[in-house]
């Protein structure tokens, strides 16, 4: 523990400080504007009995780590108001034995220095928080979490690949001010970027963007299998006016989906130069809420065409609207939407009392109150 102003836990020799070996319930706290100064990083545990492990810098404290190693499970990394620093790498699973680990930044005023390679880099892999096939800041293995909270800004810099190797992990921005972005312009991918069977590494993952959070990018891709990006009442921002939003990349990508929850989700795409694609198995779905959206609010507002291929779908559940009031939602504007989605669309056999109009590149969901609907397009 480094408790005050002034106070310092430097640990100054070459070797990694084992914290936690084949133990549980360990604690490090810095707090109160306290120093912690590790010359080569940390091992938070090392082994399957290794569990509940925990380093903590909060309240103005700082955390100068360069590498942070999780080999254990159940273990976490939790900075509230503070800087953390961790020049050299981050991986939430170091050892294969590693699962359910955390990494939770919390607070407005919180500082976090990661690793900043120039090479693509992933999230979450097995071996490294922004993981790799390369180098980097990994979140890595298996059922692993990163928890952006409260105002947290990160600047993702080169890094466009996230989770390339993980399965069923998740990475998490709440809150208002709560911001994933790249001053590089980057291009994000949830899984492995590129047309190879690696994809198939990326398995059950989300990527959730919840209560206010924003995520900017030029570009997003969801690839791997059953992967999942999750916006409650939050924003996706796709600013580059010549890329946009990808859902299925190619053959060796399966069941994938976008979920709108809330009152105000947003998909929000300048881009003009590439089609929306949904492909192989993906879904779009609404899970609208008792009482709709607001007056001309579009959850799903694309400067781009629309297309879904022959096994894309879309989803709306609206048993609580139609339920409650009914009436005429408008869920997507796009500049076009192709002739065969649009087909697609308008032939679908729908429930009593509910209907899809398509209108150019513009979708609404008509209904008249009733007990509820779940409508599937295929």
């Known amino acids: 523990m480094s408790d005050g102003a002034g106070s310092v836990l430097d640990h100054a020799n070459g070797d990694l400080l084992y914290w936690g070996f084949q133990r549980r319930s360990n604690l490090i706290h810095v707090y109160d504007r306290g120093l912690l100064k590790?010359?080569?990083?940390?091992?938070?545990?090392?082994?399957?009995?290794?569990?509940?492990?925990?380093?903590?810098?909060?309240?103005?404290?700082?955390g100068i780590v360069p590498i942070v190693r999780?080999?254990?499970?159940?273990?976490?990394?939790i900075v509230s108001n503070a800087t953390f620093t961790a020049g050299s790498g981050f991986y939430l699973a170091f050892a294969n034995s590693a699962s359910n680990n955390l990494f939770r930044a919390y607070g407005p005023d919180t500082v976090l220095n990661l690793p900043m390679p120039t090479t693509t880099s992933q999230l979450a892999t097995r071996?490294?928080?922004f993981g790799s096939?390369?180098?980097?800041?990994?979140?890595?293995?298996?059922?692993?979490?990163?928890?952006?909270?409260?105002?947290?800004k990160l600047d993702c810099g080169n890094r466009d690949v996230m989770m390339a190797t993980s399965h069923n992990s998740t990475f998490q921005l709440i809150g208002a001010g709560t911001t994933l972005y790249s001053t590089n312009d980057s291009s994000f991918c949830l899984g492995y970027k590129?047309?190879?069977?690696?994809?198939?590494?990326?398995?059950?993952?989300?990527?959730?963007?919840l209560d206010g959070a924003t995520f900017n990018a030029k570009q997003l891709l969801i690839t791997g299998i059953a992967n999942e990006i999750c916006i409650s009442n939050a924003t996706l921002n796709l600013a580059n006016d010549?890329?946009?939003?990808?859902?299925?990349?190619?053959?060796?990508?399966?069941?994938?989906?976008?979920?709108?929850?809330?009152?105000?989700?947003?998909?929000?795409?300048?881009?003009?130069?590439?089609?929306?694609?949904?492909?192989?198995?993906?879904?779009?779905?609404?899970?609208?809420?008792?009482?709709?959206?607001?007056?001309?609010?579009?959850?799903f507002d694309l400067?781009?065409?629309?297309?879904f291929n022959s096994t894309a779908s879309l989803e709306i559940d609206c048993n609580e609207f139609v339920a409650h009031t009914g009436g005429k939602l408008h869920l997507i504007h796009a500049r076009s939407i192709n002739e065969a989605t649009a087909n697609r669309l308008k032939?679908?056999?729908?429930?009593?009392?509910?209907?899809?109009?398509v209108d150019g590149g513009d979708v609404y969901l008509k209904s008249k109150s009733m007990k509820g609907c779940i409508l599937i397009f295929h």
């Not at 990994?138 to 105002?151: A, F, P």
């Not at 590494?201 to 989300?206: A, D, G, H, P």
């Not at 399966?254 to 192989?280: E, H, I, R, W």
């Open 303 to 307: 400067s781009c065409q629309l297309a």
């Open 194 to 209: 590129g047309s190879n069977a690696r994809q198939t590494s990326c398995i059950s993952n989300r990527l959730a963007i």
């Open 127 to 129: 071996s490294d928080l």
């Open 70 to 77: 999780y080999r254990g499970h159940d273990n976490s990394v």
């Open 347 to 357: 032939a679908c056999s729908l429930p009593e009392k509910c209907s899809i109009i």
């Open 38 to 62: 590790l010359k080569t990083g940390i091992a938070l545990g090392n082994g399957t009995s290794s569990v509940d492990n925990c380093l903590l810098i909060d309240n103005c404290a700082t």
């Open 242 to 299: 010549t890329a946009g939003l990808r859902v299925g990349y190619d053959a060796y990508t399966t069941n994938c989906m976008l979920v709108m929850k809330g009152q105000t989700p947003k998909v929000k795409s300048a881009a003009t130069g590439y089609s929306c694609v949904f492909g192989d198995g993906a879904k779009l779905r609404f899970e609208i809420p008792r009482d709709g959206y607001a007056a001309d609010y579009v959850p």
């Open 133 to 152: 096939w390369n180098n980097s800041m990994t979140v890595t293995g298996r059922w692993n979490t990163v928890s952006l909270e409260g105002g947290v």
